[in-house]
Nanobody, 126 residues
Framework: QVQLVESGGGLVQPGDSLRLSCTVSLHDFSRRFMGWFRQAPGKEREFVAAISSTGVNTRYADSVKGRCTISRDNAKNTVEVEVNSLSPDDTGVYFC???????????????????WGQGTQVTVSS
């Protein structure tokens, strides 16, 4: 059974930074692109960032572009996302997601991803 373990969420103040981490129990992790999504209360799940299987290509949502960095360590089966200059609009449950095997590049469509973590809550409030 595939496991995605997310960590790093919590309560932060506006202007702070946050780093989320996700560890994946897949032997072919290095062959899959990875993504982060978030869902605010009463809203649909939205794309945040994605990274290709090799880590060379990245993609960001306009809402976080310039203040977000996604990275991965294929030796440790982990993917991380750091978001800076947080605002209350960044509040939500953040999900790590695993793309299919053998597909190059990145993707922002939730329907493409095969496995999802349970999510970690991020609350930005003063």
């Amino acid at each position: 059974q595939v496991q995605l373990v997310e960590s790093g969420g919590g309560l932060v103040q506006p202007g702070d930074s946050l780093r989320l981490s996700c560890t994946v129990s897949l032997h072919d992790f290095s062959r899959r692109f990875m993504g982060w999504f978030r869902q605010a209360p009463g809203k649909e799940r939205e794309f945040v960032a994605a990274i290709s299987s090799t880590g060379v290509n990245t993609r960001y949502a306009d809402s976080v572009k310039g203040r977000c960095t996604i990275s991965r360590d294929n030796a440790k089966n982990t993917v991380e996302v750091e978001v800076n200059s947080l605002s209350p609009d960044d509040t939500g449950v953040y999900f790590c997601a695993v793309g299919p095997v053998g597909h190059g590049g990145t993707n922002s469509a939730p329907s493409v991803y095969e496995y999802w973590g349970q999510g970690t809550q991020v609350t930005v409030s003063s």
